[in-house]
C-alpha cells in the first residue's frame, strides 16, 4: 500500500471546470508523457515537503458530480506494463470524464524491492501509476497540475495515501510527468475516464486505522474491535515506520465500513475508508 472515501474533497463535472484545458492539448500532453514514462528514474525516498495548507476556496466550494455510467470499454486488471499502453491514450481523447476530484498529491516510492502495490503487481517506480482510497483498481484517470497544467494518464493500482488532506500518491514517473516530483506535493485535478467496477455501488470495504507508532496500541486497537464487532475480520500489521489496524466488516460491507468509520474517536487513531477491490 502506500503511504492507501473521498472524504474532504469535492468533485464537480469536468465541463464546469474553469481553465479547461483544449482535448488537442490534452492529447498532446498524454502522448509526450508515455515517452517520459519510459525513461525511467532511480529509486529513491520521497521528498520532504511542507504539509499541506487548506484547499483554496474556489477548490473547496464545487458542488458535488453525479456519477455517470461506467464506459463500455473495460479496462484490464491487472494494469499493462507501464501501467497505460496507446489504446488507453485514444479512449481518453474519444471519451469525456465521468468523474473529477481536486486535491492534494504527493509521490511515493517502495520501501524495498519486490514490493507489491495493492493490486498484487510488484511496484515500478517507472510505471504511469498511482495510489487512491477508494476508486475501483485498474481505473483510468487523468491527473492536472493545477499550477502548471501539466497533465498525464495513468491507472489506479495502489491503496493511499493514508495522510489526512491528501488525494493521491503517484509513482516516481507520474509525479515527473505532472511536474511535482521536485516540489513534492501540488494540487491537482484527477479526471476519471473509465472504472471496471461502479463506483457508488457494491465493491469490498475496510477501514484502515492509525498510524500506531507503538505496536501494543495497535494490538490493543485490534482486540477492542474485535469486541465491539464481532464476526469482523481485523487484524494489525506494520507499515514503514509505523503499525496500522484494518477491520473488514462481515461481507466486506460498504454501509457497515462507513459506519465503523464514523464511530471511531479520534484518539483511537486517523480513519481511513477504503476500497480493497
Same mark, same amino acid.
Given at each position: ?19 479547461? #484545458? ?66 488507453? $491514450? ?8 465521468? $468523474? ?36 475501483? !483498481?485498474?481505473?483510468?484517470?487523468? #491527473? ?9 494518464? !495513468? ?11 491528501? !488525494? *493521491? ?20 485535478? !484527477? ?29 490493543? *486497537?485490534?482486540?477492542?474491535? *474485535? ?51
Amino acid at each position: 500500500m502506500s503511504g492507501g472515501e473521498l472524504q474532504g474533497r469535492e468533485v464537480r463535472p469536468v465541463a464546469s471546470w474553469p481553465g479547461a #484545458v483544449a482535448r488537442g492539448a490534452v492529447s498532446f500532453a498524454l502522448a509526450a508523457i508515455v515517452s517520459l514514462g519510459a525513461t525511467g528514474c532511480k529509486h529513491r525516498e520521497n521528498t520532504r515537503v511542507a504539509p499541506p495548507q487548506a484547499l483554496p476556496p474556489e477548490v473547496e466550494t464545487y458542488p458535488a458530480a453525479p456519477t455517470a455510467p461506467v464506459p463500455a470499454r473495460i479496462p484490464v486488471t491487472p494494469a499493462p506494463p507501464g501501467g497505460i499502453n496507446d489504446d488507453d $491514450l485514444a479512449f481518453v481523447a474519444a471519451h469525456k470524464p465521468i $468523474l473529477s476530484e481536486v486535491g492534494y498529491a504527493t509521490w511515493y516510492t517502495a520501501p524495498y524491492k519486490g514490493r507489491r502495490a495493492a493490486n498484487g503487481q510488484v511496484f515500478d517506480d517507472d510505471a504511469m501509476t498511482a495510489a487512491h482510497r477508494t476508486l475501483p !483498481m485498474g481505473s483510468l484517470v487523468v #491527473v492536472t497540475n493545477m499550477k502548471t497544467g501539466e497533465s498525464s494518464a !495513468m491507472r489506479i493500482t495502489d491503496r493511499g495515501p493514508f495522510v489526512e488532506d491528501r !488525494m *493521491l500518491d503517484l509513482t516516481i514517473a507520474s509525479a515527473k510527468a505532472v511536474g511535482i516530483f521536485r516540489t513534492g506535493m501540488a494540487i491537482v485535478r !484527477m479526471d476519471v475516464y473509465e472504472t471496471p467496477k461502479p463506483m457508488a455501488t457494491g465493491g469490498r470495504w475496510c477501514v484502515q486505522i492509525g498510524a500506531f507508532h507503538d505496536e501494543e496500541d495497535a494490538i490493543a *486497537l485490534k482486540a477492542q474491535l *474485535l469486541s465491539d464487532y464481532p464476526g469482523a475480520n481485523v487484524i494489525e500489521f506494520p507499515g514503514e515506520k509505523s503499525f496500522w489496524v484494518r477491520i473488514r466488516p462481515q461481507g466486506d460491507d460498504r454501509a457497515m465500513a462507513e459506519q465503523i468509520a464514523r464511530h471511531l474517536q479520534p484518539v483511537e487513531g486517523d480513519a481511513y475508508l477504503t476500497r480493497l477491490d
